[in-house]
């Protein structure tokens, strides 16, 4: 596994690949990854000529700097979905739709230190991207993923949750009750209402249904001018959480 380090200079943050042979970074140029590796964590290090320190990174530096591919899921979203699936560490959970990586870093960190995620992502460009970005986490360890898609034929997978990021959840609701141990719990992620609306009708006798869509308003940290921003990212997605009993 690549070993990776957030780079603080010139006020900016930048993850960093000590394993690869060089770095190209904003402002900083291009010098060789040696110069890094023996540098202390959290003690300042002349770097080029520049005053910089390294730090481990964690979740949210991971998130920040995620290789783009499919849309990615916002932290107000990721939070609470791994709230509303009640993971514990030592948890299994199974993923459809890997997509760019962002929930499974997410689930993988909340079921450390030995639970596991599988991660169901068919689509080789997706594949690629998640791939990467699992390399620059601590608990890369505890995912596989796998090349297929999820279907209600796939030989079940006994977990303790389920999270569905796919156009068509309701198409899993059956292989989920199986798979699920009792009072397991699942989580699908989807755009609209329409979508919601039939995953609904499919989880009729599961309990706990839950709907919310999370609007984040971010303030501007000066104290002299503490407003709120001018602009807010409005809808996201909407989450959609049920239990099932047996």
């Known amino acids: 596994m690549a070993k990776w380090r957030l780079l603080l200079a010139q006020g900016k943050t930048h993850l960093v690949n000590l394993d690869a042979e060089r770095q190209d970074l904003p402002g900083l140029g291009s010098f060789r990854s040696a110069v890094l590796r023996d540098a202390p964590i959290g003690e300042e290090f002349d770097l080029v000529g520049t005053p910089a320190r390294l730090f481990e990174p964690t979740l949210p530096d991971l998130e920040a700097n995620l290789a783009r591919g499919p849309q990615v899921i916002l932290p107000r979203d990721l939070a609470w979905i791994t709230w509303a699936l009640a993971l514990e560490p030592g948890d299994a959970v199974v993923e459809a739709g890997g997509g760019s990586g962002g929930l499974t870093l997410a689930l993988a960190r909340a079921v450390a230190s030995d639970g596991n995620v599988v991660s169901f992502e068919p689509r080789p460009a997706h594949r690629k991207v998640l791939e990467r970005n699992l390399a620059g986490s601590p608990h890369a360890a505890l995912v596989e993923v796998i090349p297929e898609v999820l279907e209600p034929g796939t030989a079940t997978r006994e977990c303790d949750a389920v999270a569905l990021d796919l156009p068509q959840p309701w198409e899993l609701v059956g292989w989920a009750a199986t798979a699920l141990v009792a009072g397991g719990r699942l989580v699908a992620y ?42 807010m990212l409005g809808h996201t997605g909407f989450i959609v959480s049920a239990r099932h009993f047996g």
């Open 190 to 231: 989807l755009p609209s209402t329409g979508q919601v609306a039939q995953l609904l009708a499919a989880l009729e006798g599961w309990g706990e249904l839950r709907v919310v869509e999370n609007l984040q308003r971010d303030w501007e940290p000066k104290p002299q001018a503490l407003r709120p921003q001018h602009r």
